[in-house]
């Protein structure tokens, strides 16, 4: 007869019912979710847990039910929170008792508090602190653009800067769209409306038309920057994969005192001509090891959306490594 493992115990304090029922989410499906994810069984009564499983399984386990409970004391659990925590702490280095499942780095504006997932994250964040200018480079769903927009916001709350300017390329994705009606700012708008989306979720979106109405937020198409210069400000430039060389140029050299800058995009999703070289790639090469300037590199692990987008995602990052290796065999 096999013996069981000994079980892992953990006791949760205070013990706030109101916080432990977020936490367990409703007929416990949070704790449902750890249990497939790490292999373990969880059982619970009031503020004790019991965690049955491997050793390293169920000291991961352990973990994560901390983590949660402590990130209670802030925000509501939801399913997805767990996700990504599972997605983002990476379960292999939480099973190693890695230190990149400790602390996690936020940023807290008057509407939200943003945590960041995982380590890449947590370093994204970080050079956003630490340097003027910093670019977030990686798939779509890793939270590029939104922390971006989170460290704006906070920026801006903090008197830090006195404008957010968020730029983009003009570029169609890959389809002809023809004819666009309206005036100027309502043909740009469909480009531009992921950033206003960000800004509406941080701030709310009165307070967003206010401070747009009042010119303290801009949001404009990448061709508008050229001939400024920008100063005490905090500038974001999003899908920075569809600039050319000569645009980013111009983009980067308009950066003027007391401003900060993130760049952001992912260089497997260029719609440019083919007969034009990313912008994006270029200064990859040309400012990677320039002082004062941050680069900060996501993969498909740190993808924060829906656990099929991770999987597309790696799905076509090996069909690209495939093609390559057949075309060198040719």
């Known amino acids: 007869m096999l013996s069981q493992p000994n079980p892992v115990r953990l006791t949760l304090e205070p013990a706030d019912n109101a916080r432990l029922a977020s936490l367990c989410g409703q007929f416990d499906e949070h704790l449902r979710q750890i249990e497939r ?7 619970s009564r009031g503020n ?6 491997s050793g390293s399984s169920a000291k991961a386990a352990s973990r994560l039910l901390q983590s949660l409970f402590d990130a209670t004391l802030h925000e509501a659990i939801t399913p997805e929170r767990v996700h990504m925590t599972l997605q983002q702490a990476n379960v292999d280095a939480m099973l ?3 230190p990149e499942f400790e602390d996690n780095v936020g940023i807290r504006t008057k509407r939200a508090m943003v945590v960041a997932r995982g380590a890449n994250q947590q370093a994204y964040l970080r050079n956003i602190q630490n340097y003027d200018i910093n670019f977030g480079i990686g798939p779509a769903g890793t939270g590029k653009t939104f922390l971006a927009v989170a460290s704006a916001v906070a920026a801006l709350e903090k008197e830090e800067v006195r404008r957010l300017i968020l730029a983009r390329p003009a570029v169609e994705a890959g389809e002809k769209l023809g004819f666009l009606p309206g005036d100027m700012a309502q043909k740009v708008d469909p480009y531009l409306r992921p950033l206003y989306d960000a800004l509406y979720e941080m701030m709310g979106f009165e307070r967003v038309a206010k401070l747009l109405e009042r010119n303290v937020i801009e949001v404009a198409p990448l061709a508008f920057m050229r001939g400024r210069t920008l100063n005490d400000s905090f500038i974001i430039l999003d899908e920075a994969q569809n600039t050319t060389i000569e645009q980013i140029k111009m983009f980067l050299t308009r950066v003027g005192f007391g401003s900060k800058v993130v760049v952001t995009g992912d260089i497997t999703q260029i719609d440019l001509p083919r007969n034009k070289e990313s912008g994006l790639r270029h200064v990859i090469e040309v400012l990677r090891e320039v002082d004062g300037i941050s680069f900060t590199f996501f993969t ?15 799905a076509y990052e090996a069909f690209d490594l495939a093609q390559a290796a057949s075309h060198v065999g040719d």
């Open 96 to 98: 190693e008792n890695s």
């Open 48 to 53: 004790h847990f019991e965690i049955v499983g």
């Open 300 to 314: 498909t692990r740190d993808v924060v959306r829906h656990p099929l987008v991770q999987r597309i995602v790696a």
């Open 37 to 43: 994810r790490l292999g373990v069984e969880i059982a």
